[in-house]
């Protein structure tokens, strides 16, 4: 009788590492560490403002990326982001209220 080849024959169960949870890969690794504090940067910056908006546009526009000029806020449509820029002396000064530096506030479509 001939035995199986080497490269066949099973020398024990391969080892899967265990799940990491995103916080905790995130916090493990410094650039996404950076990562992480930007997005929640950006969720507070909604959220101090979203008192600011009408309900109805509320659910058209998703916080964005924060750098070290501002804060850019992505909108669903044309009609949404032409009133929001008529709100921006109001949602900026509310940030500056609040403490955030830079309180500038960018308007970009989001790409579909």
Same mark, same amino acid.
Not at 70 to 74: D, H, K, P, R, Y
């Given at each position: 009788?001939?035995?199986a080849p080497r490269y066949l024959v099973r020398k024990g169960r391969a080892s899967v590492p265990a799940p990491t949870a995103i916080g905790?890969?995130?916090r493990g690794h410094s650039a996404l560490a950076q990562l992480g504090s930007r997005l929640e940067a950006s969720r507070q910056r909604l959220q101090l403002i979203e008192v600011l908006l009408p309900p109805p546009m509320r659910a058209h526009l998703q916080a964005g990326p924060?750098?070290?000029e501002?804060?850019?806020?992505?909108v669903a449509s044309s009609a949404?982001? /032409?009133k929001l !820029?008529?709100?921006l002396p109001r949602l900026e000064e509310r940030l500056?209220? /609040?403490g955030? !530096?830079?309180a500038r506030i960018r308007v970009r479509m989001l790409q579909r």
């Open positions: 009788m001939s035995s905790d890969a995130l924060v750098d070290e501002g804060w850019t806020l992505l949404v982001a /032409a !820029r008529q709100l500056h209220q /609040a955030v !530096r830079p």
